[in-house]
């Protein structure tokens, strides 16, 4: 489909190891947004790509998460050192620019034992 | 920093029984306010963006109204297929895009 694809949809990992988390957007949507669904939670916001521009990262929770996005396309989210807390659902969405209209992904669930 | 409040956290409405959904918010000037539908285990899905105070939006049998303050979201004779948590968010003028959500109303429809 031409929808948002992200992967894992699932993960199961120790605490303390590093996860990788992709996703990729609907092609020609320029900008790319990373949330995180606790559960019972809104969707907490934690870093937006827009074309070239420097990213904005002031939802990233701590310097063990990062993000890239390469060739304005696949984004990939890394959480490094997990732990328990980092438990949630990580949903991708990408929309055609700053308009708020999103297209979501399944999400990849993260859970760290 | 822009705060989403949404109220009430769950709605149980019989089949044909019409409610509303409440949506309030603080922010430093509103760019948009947007609603979203979540079915469980998937990710959000786009219904409506609202610019500004007396505008309207209508789809099927929902409706999204906007003030200055809040937004309602009516249901109107409502189907069990409309069982979901929605979502409302907004996004402000300070010169980020991100949007920021509220916590969610989920709602359940009996047949």
């Known amino acids: 489909g031409a929808g948002v694809s992200q992967s894992p949809s699932n993960k199961v990992t120790e605490k303390g190891k590093d996860v990788e988390l992709r996703c990729d957007p609907i092609?020609?949507?320029?900008?790319l947004y990373w949330y995180r669904q606790s559960l019972g939670q809104g969707l907490e916001f934690l870093i937006y790509?827009?074309?070239?521009?420097?990213?904005?990262k002031s939802g990233l929770p701590s310097d063990r998460f990062s993000a890239e996005r390469t060739g304005g396309s696949v984004s990939t989210l890394t959480i490094q050192r997990t732990q328990q807390e980092d438990s949630a659902v990580y949903l991708c969405a990408s929309s055609k620019g700053p308009t708020g209209e999103l297209f979501f992904g399944e999400g990849s669930r993260l859970t760290v034992l | 920093e822009d705060q989403v409040t949404q109220s009430p956290e769950a709605l149980r409405l019989q089949e044909g029984e019409s409610s509303s959904l409440n949506c309030s918010y603080t922010?430093?000037?509103?760019?948009?306010l947007f609603w979203y539908r979540q079915d469980p285990g998937k990710g959000p899905e786009f219904l409506f963006t609202?610019?500004?105070a007396g505008e309207e939006k209508e789809k099927e049998r929902l409706k999204a109204t906007l003030t200055k303050k809040e937004s309602f979201l009516h249901i109107t004779a409502p189907k069990p297929e409309d069982s979901a948590t929605y979502l409302c968010?907004?996004?402000?003028?300070?010169?980020?895009?991100?949007?920021?959500f509220g916590a969610g109303t989920t709602v359940t429809v009996r047949a």
């Open positions: 092609s020609g949507h320029t900008a």
């Open positions: 790509f827009q074309g070239n521009s420097a990213p904005d």
């Open positions: 968010a907004v996004q402000g003028q300070d010169g980020d895009y991100k949007l920021s």
């Open positions: 609202l610019y500004s």
């Open positions: 922010v430093s000037g509103l760019r948009g």
